[in-house]
């Protein structure tokens, strides 16, 4: 056999044998991957859907500086007003085929005082195309620290698919009157990885040694 078609020959078998144990990666997506559309708020509230209750016309987003943005000027601005409430951002990414979907996001809590009790809740969601939400991550006034701090989530299994999806991420704040500091959000994210196979070994048998 010649050199040239030995080497393609052992190169085939060797994908072969890697694909059967699931050693090798997930072929690459057929649709490019989409992130956030004005992912650092520069932009205002383009792109963002915003919900506010009980009383609207909040600018969720925006550049006061009352509080600083995380990067630039604008921010997204979730509860702080002093009342019972719900502040609500949320946008529609793709997840593209055979991925595995990152969420980051950089979150700033200040320290309130006393900070004994979690009476404020944000709440990190993604809702699968068929409508179910997955709860992401909480947190509380307790989990303060004064600063921004990048916050990484990887979606569970559920977005995880051979078709490409349409997800809804949405980052919600829950607060009662005793509130007047607000979640901080700024410069979020999504990124696409491919999902990692473990592979498969098989158990290891040991036959007893029966001595004569």
């Known amino acids: 056999m010649r050199p040239r078609f030995r080497r393609a020959r052992l190169a085939v078998c060797a994908v072969s044998a890697a694909a059967a144990i699931g050693m090798l990666a997930a072929p690459t997506a057929q649709a490019a991957p989409s992130g956030f559309a004005n992912a650092d708020f520069e932009a205002g ?21 009352a509080y600083p943005a995380h990067s630039g000027y604008w921010k997204a601005e979730l509860g702080g007003r002093g009342f019972a409430g719900v502040d609500r951002i949320s946008q529609q990414v793709t997840v593209p085929a055979l991925r595995v979907p990152v969420l980051t996001f950089f979150l700033r809590i200040d320290p309130q005082t006393p900070a004994t009790m979690g009476y404020r809740e944000l709440t990190v969601e993604a809702t699968a195309q068929d409508g179910t939400p997955y709860l992401l991550t909480s947190r509380t006034n307790k989990d303060s620290s004064g600063a921004y701090e990048k ?25 009662d009157a005793a509130n007047k500091l607000p979640f901080l959000i700024d410069d979020v994210a999504i990124s696409y990885n491919l999902k990692v196979f473990r592979p498969w070994i098989p158990p290891v048998l040991f036959r007893p040694t029966i001595g004569l």
């Open 45 to 65: 509230s383009a792109s963002w859907n915003q919900f506010s209750t009980p009383f609207g016309g909040v600018q969720l987003i925006n550049s006061y500086s």
């Open 151 to 175: 916050v990484t989530l990887t979606l569970p299994d559920a977005f995880y698919s051979s078709s490409e999806q349409q997800v809804n991420i949405s980052f919600m704040a829950v607060e």
